[in-house]
């Protein structure tokens, strides 16, 4: 079992930057970052590999956010640059201790974190 813990959302305006945090309970092998908006399915924004550091991106944010994670501390980061109206969301972490592979696909995460709000306004 892994607990994870989201934090760092919050209401911003268009163009602004956010750095959300997953801190992990103990270390996991597989970790993204989803979001979900009403009425959308959840979809994955990033993901890494702890072990290479291999990345993954969405196309909509490719360029704007960066995923990262200390493994010392057992914490996944994910920094959000310009910012806009449509990447208001629910933010969430999930996990797992096997690589389940890229794109990240929800299914594939067993753990998942609470969510954290991101609200951008235009």
């Known amino acids: 079992q892994v607990q994870l813990v989201e934090s760092g959302g919050a209401s911003v305006q268009a163009g602004g930057s956010l750095r959300l945090s997953c801190a992990a309970s103990?270390?996991?092998?597989?970790m993204g970052w989803f979001r979900q908006s009403p009425g959308k399915e959840r979809e994955g924004v990033a993901a890494?590999?702890?072990?290479?550091?291999?990345?993954y991106y969405a196309d909509s944010v490719k360029g704007r956010f960066t995923i990262s994670k200390d493994n010392a501390k057992n914490t996944l980061y994910l920094q959000m640059n310009s910012l806009r109206a449509e990447d208001t969301a629910m933010y969430y972490c999930a996990a797992d201790f096997k690589w389940v592979g890229l794109p990240p696909n929800k299914y594939s995460y067993p753990y998942w974190g609470q969510g954290t709000q991101v609200t951008v306004s235009s």
């Open positions: 103990t270390y996991t092998v597989s």
């Open positions: 890494i590999y702890s072990r290479s550091g291999e990345r």
